[in-house]
């Protein structure tokens, strides 16, 4: 998350920096093609892999508009899918707005670095993208590239929620196997109630 926080300042206090460095970071870490694959080895997400297997082509082929029209939607679509993680598929989820709300809420952390941009910048384009079907008047690779790095924040903070469900059921999983030889079914559910409640508490934290 150091990252993006760093970048944001960059672009806020030092633009042509930010562009050289944005470019950089991307290319050198072949971002793009990397967040197709994780997407593809995610539970939660990996129904979206051909959509970013899209994507990475057209970025590949500096086809930056249409990777701007794709890769917005998807931004939200990613949170979309960060909330069902946290909340379940019925949670009310509303716009792209209450959508990073939903996402960052349990995290002060979140709320006071990433919140302002994801909920104030990133809908602008959002909406010029809704609204229009194309957009005007920006720089059409470093908007592409910034929506990679957005891309890859979202992902980054979707994949650690996803593991965190899944490690809660390994740890009961594990502490159930070191009682199991008792026989004491009380046993079990007060392993079970401490299992849960460390989740609830660590993840109040992130």
């Known amino acids: 998350m150091e990252n993006i926080e760093y970048h ?3 672009k ?7 562009y050289r460095e944005v470019i950089k970071v991307v290319d ?7 967040m197709s694959s994780r997407v593809s080895f995610n539970y939660h ?3 979206r892999k051909e959509i970013f297997e899209t994507l990475a082509t057209l970025f590949e ?3 930056y508009l249409a990777f ?3 890769a917005s939607i998807q931004l939200e679509g990613i949170f979309y899918e960060l909330v069902c993680i946290k909340f379940g598929a019925k949670e009310r989820q509303g716009t792209l707005v209450e959508k990073v709300e939903k996402a960052f809420k349990s995290s002060p952390h979140l709320m006071q670095t990433l919140y302002p941009y994801f909920a104030f ?8 993208i809704a609204h229009k079907g194309i957009v005007h008047g920006r720089d059409l690779k470093l908007t592409a590239y910034e929506l990679v790095l957005d891309l890859n924040c979202v992902l980054s903070l979707t994949e650690r929620t996803s593991t965190d469900k899944f490690n809660n059921f390994l740890t009961i999983h594990d502490k159930l196997k070191e009682v199991k030889n008792t026989g ?10 401490n299992c849960l409640l460390d989740g609830v508490v660590n993840k109040s934290v992130i």
């Not at 910048?121 to 010029?128: A, G, K, S, T, V």
């Not at 004491?184 to 109630?193: F, R």
């Open 8 to 10: 944001i300042a960059l």
């Open 12 to 18: 806020r206090d030092c633009p042509d920096d930010y």
């Open 28 to 34: 050198d870490n072949n971002m793009v093609s990397q």
């Open 45 to 47: 997400i990996h129904e």
């Open 61 to 63: 082929e500096k086809r």
């Open 68 to 70: 701007i029209a794709m």
């Open 121 to 128: 910048d990133i809908p602008e384009l959002r909406n010029e």
């Open 184 to 193: 004491d079914l009380t046993v079990y559910k007060v392993e079970i109630c």
